[in-house]
T-cell receptor, first 113, second 114 residues
Framework: NAGVTQTPKFRVLKTGQSMTLLCAQD?????MYWYRQDPGMGLRLIHY???????AKGEVPDGYNVSRLKKQNFLLGLESAAPSQTSVYFC????????????FGSGTRLTVV | DQQVKQNSPSLSVQEGRISILNCDYT??????FLWYKKYPAEGPTFLIS?????DKNEDGRFTVFLNKSAKHLSLHIVPSQPGDSAVYFC?????????????FGTGTSLTVIP
């Protein structure tokens, strides 16, 4: 049972390039989330999905797009990368149960130069 | 605006002593709280939770205390072990809320000195 898998684990982009981060979960979770972690800022929500085919904006959505075409996958896209998007990105998923927490992936470290 | 705050970025404790990590929140609608532990180059992992109907929850060496009137929770680790050295995040969710999401604090880096 792999849980939540994020690919790639590391990536260096040049300013203006685009890329897609993939999150895959095998726990049949309804809810999926993308967070970014920056020093002194904690974990901030970028976008989330409450089920297949749905997406919604979080706290810091600008510069990112997401898609959830399949229940098990949640993709985070950067159309034109900027140095401010240098961060560690975490994907998380959870069931619909109210009193349960997230399962996180191991993260993607992205550097934009 | 940060709704969940961890005002101590770091904490050092001797092995065997108690570690106390603190967390404050501002949203009175928060009613479920969790602590996550994060090692370098890994994702956060769930540690312990508490709902607002309780003021204490214990799991082995870890105890979480909730003071709703003060909007404050704390994590106690007794006794502290070197393997507890990690970043600890507190998180909260509200009911009703949107997207079943959790709001995270900025984290406290705990170092347990052997």
């Amino acid at each position: 049972n792999a849980g939540v898998t994020q690919t790639p684990k590391f990536r260096v982009l040049k300013t203006g390039q685009s890329m897609t981060l993939l999150c895959a979960q095998d726990m049949n979770h309804e809810y999926m989330y993308w967070y970014r972690q920056d020093p002194g800022m904690g974990l901030r929500l970028i976008h989330y999905s409450v089920g297949e085919g749905t997406t919604a904006k979080g706290e810091v959505p600008d510069g990112y797009n997401v898609s959830r075409l399949k229940k098990q996958n949640f993709l985070l896209g950067l159309e034109s990368a900027a140095p401010s998007q240098t961060s560690v990105y975490f994907c998380a998923s959870k069931t619909g149960e109210r009193l349960e927490g997230y399962t996180f992936g191991s993260g993607t470290r992205l550097t934009v130069v | 605006d940060q709704q969940v705050k961890q005002n101590s970025p770091s904490l050092s404790v001797q092995e065997g002593r108690i570690s106390i990590l603190n967390c404050d929140y501002t949203n009175s609608m928060f009613d479920y709280f969790l602590w996550y532990k994060k090692y370098p180059a890994e994702g956060p992992t769930f540690l312990i939770s508490i709902s607002s109907i309780k003021d204490k929850n214990e799991d082995g060496r870890f105890t979480v205390f909730l003071n709703k009137s003060a909007k404050h929770l704390s994590l106690h680790i007794v006794p502290s072990q070197p393997g507890d050295s990690a970043v600890y995040f507190c998180a909260a969710s509200a009911w009703p809320g949107t997207g079943n999401q959790f709001y995270f604090g900025t984290g406290t880096s705990l170092t347990v000195i052997p």
